[in-house]
């Protein structure tokens, strides 16, 4: 899963991407690097718990992606190489400056309104091109796909057009199909963070932040509140110094851990755990994916091979204590291939190449 860090210039992306990472990555690109890349821990209380039952001798997390891209002054989403960055993402997270930043006002919604603008357009570019591409191929005659796909991306072009995301369009699973090739921008998931200052820090009701927040929220984008220069801090710090700066702080827990946790869930994401001896860990599917599907995600051969899974809830685990004492009590079951793990589920896959 990967996740790109966007913004209007000077937001705080790069700050934020270092709060996630304790990267320390420089706030300017030098030479030919023209982004950030890291792989981030998505935090789970329940799989360090889990750990302990056995105990198991290494706790791997689910992890995702974010990339923080430098991007040009002015011309935007006219760099190709960023834009071909950010067509390959799943979703897009938005840092949106609450503090004062170097671009002097604050107007978080007009940011959040550009950027959409710039994203709109590039997926226009691509529309034109493939419309084009339809119209305009020689001594071939117009197939019925690409009539089908020819209304289906004017009808994208007449949204966007008109102001509106691909996103909230409202298409069919065959039309997401169809389209899901271009990975039109406007149809990624968009999660907004707010970046307020230090002064602002654990205010939750002010007249600008209000505003964001009932913006986000008429138009359905995820909503978080951070304190991008704070969080980064936090992250330098040796863990056995966080909790107590966090307690100076007044807060139980990084407002970045929140953040990861709202782009797992803003991506359908869900985690079920593998545990024992040798080692607890986490694993990430989207919502509804058949157990075998999910099995190949930890090997090719569980998937093939698959028989069964063995199933017990996070909960009915952490209950019972241990394995044989869940199937004891009737709580371990056994699923086939088409059962859709649930969200902490923890299992065991029997099968056979
Ligand atoms: N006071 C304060 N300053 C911040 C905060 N977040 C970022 N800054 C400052 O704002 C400036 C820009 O931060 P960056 O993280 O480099 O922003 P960016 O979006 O990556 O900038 P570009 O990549 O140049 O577009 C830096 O001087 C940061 O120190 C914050 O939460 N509070
Ligand atoms: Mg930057």
Known sequence: MKVAII??????KTTVFNALTGAGANEFFRGDSKFNLAQVKVPDQRLSLL?????????????????DLAVPKGAWFQDPEVISNLRQVEALLEIVPLFTHAEGEINPVQDIQKINDELALADLVIIERRLEAINHQKGKKKTPQDEREE?????????????????????SDEEEKLIR???????????????????????????????????????????IVLGGKIEAEIKELPEAERAEFLEALGIKEPAINNLIRTVYNALGLISFFTVGEKEARAWTIQVGTPAAKAAGK????????????EVISYENMMSCGSKVAARSKGLLRLEGKEYQFQDGDVIEVRFNV
Request: glycine share 10%; net charge negative; aromatic share 10%.
């Open 151 to 171: 209304q289906l991306l004017e009808s994208c072009r007449q949204s966007l057009e008109g102001g509106e995301s691909i996103k909230l369009m409202n298409l």
């Open 51 to 67: 750990a302990q039952i056995y105990p198991s001798r290494k706790v791997t997390p689910a992890e995702i992606e974010f990339i």
């Open 298 to 309: 930890i090997h090719s051969d569980l998937e093939r091979g698959f028989i069964r899974a």
């Open 7 to 12: 913004g209007i210039p000077q937001a705080g």
């Open 181 to 223: 090739g271009f990975g039109f921008l406007t149809a990624k998931p968009l999660i907004i963070a707010a970046n307020v200052g230090e002064e602002e820090l654990g205010l939750t009701d002010y007249p600008r932040l209000n505003n964001l927040k009932d913006y986000t929220q008429s138009k359905g984008y995820p909503f």
